[in-house]
């Protein structure tokens, strides 16, 4: 029996160490099978989201899937101490059977969290030597979670940084056309989505290294129930989609740099996550609604290209992606807007937690694009 518990102790803190230096310290997308880390995430959120339909109201629901991704994350650091409490425990038991294994797994939780109050301590030079080995794995390990944390927390940051700029610019929840309309490209003398979508590219690219690195960014959902991530991405992709197929201007050449990052990223967290391709419920984008919007950007001067084949190069460009990020949707239970909705809501900016409706501002007509806002 202490031969079985020394062997079954090593095993557990090798395995657990292996684990938090693959979750925590490598910078790179592990692939190998039978990570517990993996199966704890995907069960865990199963199970996590099949209960969010017990809330009825909508604001409840939302909330409740939020808190899955810091709570996780205590949780399996959590899981991961225990660990190696337990597995030096199950090895002082091995070396020293007669302490019987409760007081072989209180010495190590003590010596683990270097609190050492000395009521029961290790007989025999190999028992020494692994106390002091696992004190210093305990100071590791906690020295590695709260650097972790803030890491994790600043790409949050730079990611839900471009999600809030897209407000103003594409409304809440993003979209495509709103965001055409808002900064029509094309020499109409304001601002054009060339810069913007200069922006996108990067950030698509942060988004991607982000959420490979620290995949528990996935489930960090943002601030306001109307954005995320992923309808951000959505929304970057259908402005690319419409630049380069249906609107003639000169922001053709960074479209196509930034679809080609952004669908990037949405394939590459489909594979990473196992996530199938799934067709959209619905047409984001159908004929006649196209038409409606090709004819408001002709009215702002954009000149636009409204003909059988620049509508199928973009149904083409739209079957690229809308299937992966549909199928990150499913996944992580997120919204994918319209590419122009039919109902125009006020922008986060015009509401507040005090008024449901617009505020006074968008009640007077003001724009805060217009040279008079203040």
């Not at 000395?118 to 650097?147: K, M």
């Not at 050449?253 to 394939?267: E, K, S, Y």
């Not at 125009?344 to 806002?373: K, Y």
Request: charged share 20%; proline share 8%; with cysteine.
């Amino acid at each position: 029996m202490p031969i079985v518990s020394l062997a079954a102790g090593v095993v557990l803190v090798l395995y657990i160490l292996v684990e938090v230096f693959e979750a925590l310290v490598l910078p790179r997308r592990v692939t190998r099978p039978f990570r517990f880390t993996s199966l704890y995430y995907r069960t865990g959120w199963r199970v996590w989201a099949a209960a969010a339909p017990l809330l009825r109201a909508t604001r409840r629901r939302q909330t409740f899937l939020s808190v899955f991704g810091p709570l996780s994350l205590l949780v399996l650091m959590a899981i991961w101490a225990a660990g190696l409490v337990l597995g030096f425990g199950l090895v002082q038991y091995g070396l020293s059977p007669n302490r019987g294994l409760p007081e072989s797994v209180y010495l190590s939780g003590t010596t683990f969290s270097t609190l050492g109050y000395g009521d029961v301590t290790p007989t025999g030079p190999i028992a020494r030597a692994l106390a002091v080995t696992e004190a210093a794995t305990g100071f590791g390990f906690f020295a590695v979670v709260i650097s972790y944390l803030p890491v994790l927390y600043q790409a949050f940051s730079r990611r839900e940084e471009f999600i809030a700029l897209l407000d103003a610019r594409a409304g809440s929840p993003p979209a495509a056309g709103r965001l055409l309309l808002r900064t029509p490209p094309g020499p109409t003398g304001g601002p054009t989505p060339a810069g913007f979508l200069a922006e996108a590219e990067r950030w698509a690219a942060e988004v991607l290294e982000g959420h490979l690195s620290f995949p528990v960014l996935g489930f960090y959902r943002s601030q306001h129930d109307n954005q995320s991530w992923l309808a951000a991405l959505a929304c970057v992709l259908d402005t690319c989609a419409l630049v380069l197929t249906v609107i003639e201007g000169p922001d053709r050449g960074q479209a196509r740099l930034t679809f080609a990052m952004a669908r990037h990223t949405a394939v590459d967290l489909g594979l990473v996550l196992r996530r199938r391709p799934a067709a959209p419920a619905a047409d984001r984008l159908p004929p006649a609604r196209l038409g409606e919007l090709l004819a408001a950007l002709r009215e702002t001067g954009v000149k636009v290209r409204d003909d059988a084949a620049a509508r199928s190069k973009l149904t083409e460009l739209r079957g690229l992606y809308e299937s992966f990020v549909e199928g990150l949707a499913e996944y992580f239970r997120l919204a994918v807007p319209s590419v122009w909705p039919p109902d125009e809501r006020p922008d986060n900016w015009q509401t507040s937690a005090w008024m449901r409706r617009a505020d006074p501002i968008t009640a007077l007509g003001a724009d805060p694009t217009d040279d008079h806002f203040d």
